[in-house]
């Protein structure tokens, strides 16, 4: 397969139209069983349930090429396990996780020609999606949908590739008690698009956000979960339900017990103990881990210990260990790795 004459090294988490995306339309209580298309193009009714009320989910996944040349994909059946979820909690038709494994590796397989070589720095970005397609005007769930996959190659999710990172504690809240912070719905992130213009017109590069109910306890970010390294070494991720059960950290908290004899831990965080980590970082398919330098808390700048310049080192081993996994240079847990 010859690959497609693009500047790899220099791509940025960006669109780029590949050949190939997925479709499998829902309609009288059924999936149809899909098919590859050429178009881009999504051609829905004015009054749809997706552009009225917003429901839709999505997910985001990557594809990878190995050092020996495979090209393979990271733990797809948790994406479609948590799309499962995403859906049921906006009362849309699961689209059931063996279908959804199955579209993403055939949707990666025809735009083979757009994964990024090993050691490119890139790979292939994949985002299956659903959304309610017929029109529903009074409040309700709509009665079709439409399940797509497509695929876009992607550079680093943030500017500058590894250099530590500017957050800031938000006054924004991204998730209610008992809302929707633990799935993956496009409302969280267009609620989160002022917080983040606002971020970046006062010079940050993220939000940190809390709790909603009690802002004393951090959450996440706008696209990751935080992870943690206390002065003694020790992993800390925080314990919330209204957080996204991120696959990435998931499998470093893993990677920190098995791979690396860490002591990990998820439990409740709280804003007033950040000055006390050594370490800290945002890690999702995006952002792989994006380490964070400095958190400013209302004009109160907290500077972690392992600079402005690279990750901290147990950062660093969990990235590495990570990727090598991901990019078959380290052996894999049972069931991790799924060849295309
Ligand atoms: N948190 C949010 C809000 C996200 O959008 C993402 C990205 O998917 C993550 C965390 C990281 O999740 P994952 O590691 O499964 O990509
Ligand atoms: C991902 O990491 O896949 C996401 O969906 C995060 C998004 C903000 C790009």
Known sequence: MEKKSIDWANLGFGYMETDYRFVSDYKNGGWDEGALIQDPKVVINECAGVLQYAQTVFEGMKAYTTQDGRIVTFRPDLNGERMENSARRLEMPVYPKEAFVKAVVKTIRANEAYVPPYGSGATLYVRPYMFGSNAVIGVKPADEYQFRVFTTPVGPYFKGGVKPLTIRVSDFDRAAPNGTGHIKAGLNYAMSLHAIVDAHKQGYDENMYLDAATRTKVEETG??????????????????????????????????????????????????????????????????????????????????????????????????????????????????????
């Open 223 to 340: 696209g990751a979960n935080f992870l943690f390294v206390t002065k003694d070494g020790k992993v800390v991720t925080p314990k919330s339900d209204s957080i996204l059960p991120s696959i990435t950290r998931r499998s470093l908290m893993q990677v920190a017990r098995d791979y690396l004899g860490l002591c990990a831990e998820e439990r409740e965080v709280y804003a007033k103990e950040l000055a006390d980590f050594a370490e800290c970082g945002l890690c999702g398919t995006a952002a792989v881990i994006s380490p964070v330098g400095k958190i400013v808390d209302h004009g109160k700048e907290i500077c972690l210990p392992s600079g402005m310049d690279k990750m901290g080192p147990v950062t660093q081993k969990l990235y590495d260990t990570l990727t090598g996994i991901q990019m078959g240079t380290i052996k894999a847990p049972e069931g991790w790795i799924v060849e295309v």
